[in-house]
């Protein structure tokens, strides 16, 4: 029922955003990435030769821009066929956008792509609308398709210091731990903690960068979400 819900809630806001500022350029927080990675790595981490996978990929504008910048090949998933409708029909207008395959699928299922066959994963505040099962089975699937010392880039909501997500969790409660139904979308939401992160992603990857949005709060009351930023690489 919550990927019914998602699904119908991203085609129609995709068709017509209302909750949304849909973009189509490419994420500071990707590039901020992108950077990090040329340093840690090597100027040649991002090679023409490399498979990029973006779960979540909306309208396809981060791994288009990777495509651009660096030729890569990619996968993106998405739920919402409106979105992915959108990435083919930018893909089809770039120059190397033949290296791209974008597909409806629900990043809550397996995915259908070869064990160690993916480079860089991208998971851009998309995970956090997956139940606590298929999180389970989405970080066992994304440690299986990645190469050894594969990344991840991985941002999402972080509760601590969040007084609005704590709110939602109280009076929203998705009946989970740090859960909660979004009172506007209609959907759930999960909110990540310092121990979850650890307990999840832990014994599979290797944190190697972290960093917190500041705590956005106007005059004593939350205004903004907060988020946190991951770089993993698989063990």
């Known amino acids: 029922m919550n990927e019914k819900r998602l699904k119908e809630f991203w085609d129609k806001e995709y068709k017509k955003p209302e909750l949304?500022?849909?973009?189509?350029?490419v994420s500071s927080d990707l590039q901020k990435f992108t950077r990090w990675a040329k340093k840690e790595y090597g100027d040649d981490v991002f090679r023409s030769d490399i498979t990029v996978l973006d779960a979540g990929c909306g309208n396809g504008r981060n791994l288009l821009?990777?495509?651009?910048?660096?030729?890569?090949?990619?996968?993106?998933?998405?739920?919402?066929?409106?979105?992915?409708?959108?990435?083919?029909?930018r893909a089809s207008k770039q120059k190397?956008?033949?290296?791209?395959?974008?597909?409806?699928?629900?990043?809550?299922?397996?995915?259908?792509?070869p064990d160690e066959s993916v480079?860089?994963?991208?998971?851009?505040?998309?995970?956090?609308?997956?139940?606590?099962i298929e999180r389970e089975r989405y970080i066992k699937e994304l440690h299986r398709v990645l190469k050894p010392q594969g990344i991840l880039f991985?941002?999402?909501?972080?509760?601590?210091?969040?007084?609005?997500?704590?709110?939602?969790?109280?009076?929203?409660?998705?009946?989970?731990?740090?859960?909660?139904?979004?009172?506007?979308?209609?959907?759930?939401?999960?909110v990540w903690t310092d121990e979850a992160l650890n307990k999840?992603?832990?014994?599979?990857?290797?944190?190697?960068?972290?960093?917190?949005?500041?705590?956005?709060?106007?005059?004593?009351?939350?205004?903004?979400?907060?988020?946190?930023?991951?770089?993993?690489?698989?063990?």
């Not at 969790?169 to 209609?186: F, L, R």
Request: glycine residues 8%.
């Open 20 to 25: 949304f500022e849909i973009s189509d350029g």
């Open 65 to 89: 821009w990777m495509n651009e910048e660096f030729r890569v090949r990619g996968f993106g998933y998405d739920i919402s066929e409106e979105a992915i409708k959108q990435a083919q029909a």
């Open 96 to 113: 190397w956008g033949s290296k791209l395959t974008f597909i409806t699928h629900s990043i809550g299922q397996d995915i259908p792509l």
């Open 119 to 132: 480079d860089v994963v991208l998971d851009m505040m998309a995970s956090h609308f997956l139940k606590e």
């Open 154 to 190: 991985f941002k999402s909501f972080y509760g601590k210091g969040d007084k609005h997500a704590q709110d939602l969790i109280k009076n929203e409660s998705a009946g989970e731990h740090n859960a909660y139904i979004h009172p506007k979308m209609k959907v759930y939401e999960y």
């Open 200 to 235: 999840a992603f832990g014994e599979q990857f290797i944190l190697q960068h972290k960093e917190l949005s500041h705590q956005h709060n106007i005059r004593g009351k939350p205004n903004k979400r907060r988020s946190i930023v991951c770089y993993y690489e698989k063990r």
